[in-house]
């Protein structure tokens, strides 16, 4: 049996979590599983090293941010590797080249292409376990690649699914997924086990427990995922194929990192060319809502200003006479399966927003999620409401 295992960053943060995380590789060795060990940067220390690239230069080039950036990575793998081995435990510690990770020829939020297997598997083929570092790989030209924020938790599912392993285990400071952020709702429920499409909406609306690339590779490749907390054997939440267990609403979410750009035209104006013009510079665009001679759309809050210029600078072409972005907004979701089926759960959602006096400024409805548009200050009294509807104190 093979197992794939990942450790945030949190969960490395000092040298006891680092021991701890090692006595959780060894257990599984002991179960005579073979050992892959995915480790992410320590505690915040990608957030550290992007501030000293910024104290030398404002744009840094992004090849050397991605050379910079990997060596958090590197950190862990060294410090697990000679935890294990001084534990008696035969480690070996590989970098993404290493591991043959390939990506594409393209720094910053590189995707995986493949991942040549051979030195991994001689590797646990000599009975050691194998920790390699998250977030980075190797263009096809031999350089350093970083694959995008959070992105360990993707290497470790594209690991798994290379390697046919039998479960990739997440293991962080939290016990799995739940209903809503358990800091911002009172009696929020830890999922047993969770379907792809539900984990996948969740982890895009910024549940933070997971990267959305990880679900939707795992998803696509049919690998058995689960988040488990590296603290405490007990709980855990299974990513599987199956909708979910219960109830239809699966989550609150609020994402508290979103902007509103509003944009006002004679006619219905160039949604197409607008779009496409965001995307064009990578910002991608939510809870886009046309009516004629308005149109609204969401996009990341730090993005704002850039798609604002963009749109001015393209006002005449684009036929739009205004444009403003709003960033004191939050976007309330709802995710969970069959919502737009049962009318009652968007009147139900819309009436507990209303009990508490929220208004809210636009909403779309999915299937899979229903998410709504609310006063920034108003988010976790939102969450709060919302989830008590659906899921009681
Ligand atoms: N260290 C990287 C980051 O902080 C990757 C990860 O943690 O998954 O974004
Ligand atoms: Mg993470």
């Known amino acids: 049996m093979l197992t794939v295992i990942k450790f945030g960053g ?22 005579g599983k073979d050992v892959v060990m995915v480790v992410s940067a320590r505690g915040k220390s990608t957030d550290e090293l992007l501030l000293q690239a910024s104290r030398i230069v404002r744009e840094p080039d992004t090849r050397e941010l991605d050379v910079l950036l990997s060596t958090g990575e590197q950190v862990s793998m060294s410090l697990v590797a000679m935890q294990l081995i001084s534990m008696g435990v035969p480690a070996v510690s590989l970098c993404g080249w290493q591991a043959g990770i390939l990506t594409e020829d393209k720094h910053n939020s590189s995707r995986i292409i493949s991942i040549h297997t051979e030195r991994i598997l001689e590797e646990l083929r000599s009975g050691r376990i194998v920790v390699v570092a998250g977030f980075q790989g190797v263009d096809s030209r031999g350089d350093i ?41 009172e009696g929020a429920l830890r999922h047993t086990t969770l379907g792809y499409d539900q984990m996948l909406e969740m982890a895009s609306l910024g549940a933070g427990v997971l990267h959305n690339r990880s679900v939707e590779l795992a998803k696509s490749k049919g690998v058995k995922l689960s988040v488990l907390s590296s603290l405490s054997s007990s709980g855990g939440t299974e990513i599987a194929p199956q909708p979910m267990e219960g109830s239809r609403v699966s989550g609150v979410i609020c994402d508290k990192k979103t902007a509103l750009l509003e944009m006002f035209s004679q006619g219905i104006g160039d949604l197409p060319d607008v779009l496409q013009l965001l995307a064009q510079s990578g910002i991608g665009a939510d809870m886009i809502i046309s009516h004629t001679g308005r149109t609204g759309l969401t996009v990341p ?85 919302v989830h008590r509807e659906f899921f009681g104190k």
Not at 11 to 24: F, H, M
Not at 148 to 173: H, K, Q
Not at 323 to 342: I, R, W, Y
Request: glycine share 8%; charged share 20%; aromatic share 4%.
């Open 10 to 31: 949190s969960s490395l943060a000092t040298a006891e979590k680092i021991y701890n995380a090692a006595a959780i590789a060894w257990d599984h060795k002991k179960q």
């Open 145 to 185: 690649t970083t694959i995008g924020r959070g992105g360990s938790d993707t290497s470790a599912v594209a690991l798994a699914a290379a390697l046919g392993a039998d479960e990739c285990l997440i293991y962080t400071d939290v016990d799995g997924v739940y209903s809503a952020d358990p800091n911002m709702a």
């Open 301 to 385: 809050q730090n993005r704002a200003k850039d798609a604002l210029r963009l749109l001015l600078d393209n006002a005449d072409r684009l036929g739009l006479s205004s444009v403003c972005a709003d960033t004191n907004v939050a976007k309330l979701s709802l995710v969970g399966c069959g919502l737009c089926s049962d009318a009652c759960v968007a009147a139900r959602m819309l009436g507990a927003l209303k009990e508490q006096g929220i208004h809210i400024r636009s909403m779309v409805a999915a299937e899979i999620k229903i998410s709504v548009l609310i006063p920034y200050a108003d988010a976790e009294q939102g969450v709060r409401g």
